[in-house]
């Protein structure tokens, strides 16, 4: 009888696990991956990185909870298997790798283990990419990309400001115009500009349903779009600042804010155009 009355309990706690909704399941994967979670929230908290990643956070929750209606009841068994190959790889990373690493693996083992909820056919990259973005990445973006992303801005901004007819040359991260030297400082590096362009980015594709294999096609555009609006901010500053007279004037940190914030306005501008209409010309 104690036997019976055993399995009739076993029977009822396995009847209410499975009746569990994706939400939940997708809640206890998150808190098995804590220990990364702390670790980001500690690096934000502490001001070592910037905080923009709770937006990201935030989109991918909204989007995530918009689409709680058609997740499957059943997961697909492939899409929980690699969750699970990359859980166990981000906590082992834990041990052998910088935190980062073992954070980017958790962000990517849970987007894997939402696409085992979704629907056939429901995109990936889109969450994924928010996923990353939440992390706190911008810090070490800047220190591993942004001398190179000074370097090339540099660049390409003395070659347009030689055909627009000024003295203009590169020594490293900084530019000799008209016989004045001006530095491209890590701000200008383009790091943010990058972040906020690829939120955009995935932010749009999630809300139009973008499939992957379009999304990743426009995805270089993107980048070229963030190119070309560093490259003109830095070009606009650096011509403003080898005015002579205008030197006091860029020293505004209003003027150098504002021209900053309205090519970041083009830049994201661009980037939901580029995506949306990506959407219209491949169904």
Known sequence: MTHVIALGRGARWQQRIDTLPPLAWLALH??????????????????????????ALAALLFFVAA?????????????????????VAATAAGFAAPPLIGALLAALALACSLQAFMPAGHA??????????????????QFYAGYPLRVLTAEVSAWLLQLAGMEALRAGSAMQVNGLWVIVDAPCSGVQMVW????????????????????????????????????????????????????????????????????????????????????????
């Open 196 to 283: 906020m362009a690829y939120f955009c980015a995935f932010a749009v594709a999630a809300f139009d349903g973008l499939r992957d294999g379009v999304l990743l096609r426009r995805l270089p555009a993107v980048g070229a779009l963030v190119l070309a609006g560093n490259v003109l901010r830095n070009t606009v500053l650096v011509a403003l600042e080898a005015q002579g007279e205008a030197v006091a004037l860029i020293d505004n940190q209003w003027v150098h804010q504002g021209v900053g914030l309205a090519v970041l306005g083009l830049v994201c501008a661009g980037t939901a155009r580029v995506i949306h209409g990506g959407r219209h010309a491949e169904r």
């Open 124 to 141: 990936l990259v889109p969450f994924a990419g928010l996923a990353v973005l939440a992390l706190p990445l911008l810090s070490s973006m």
């Open 30 to 55: 998150a808190a098995a991956l804590w220990p990364h979670w702390r670790w980001a929230a500690a690096r934000v908290a502490d001001g070592s990185d910037d905080p923009l990643g709770l937006a």
């Open 67 to 87: 689409g709680a209606s058609r997740m499957r009841a059943a997961p697909r068994a492939g899409w929980l298997l690699t969750a699970l190959g990359l859980s």
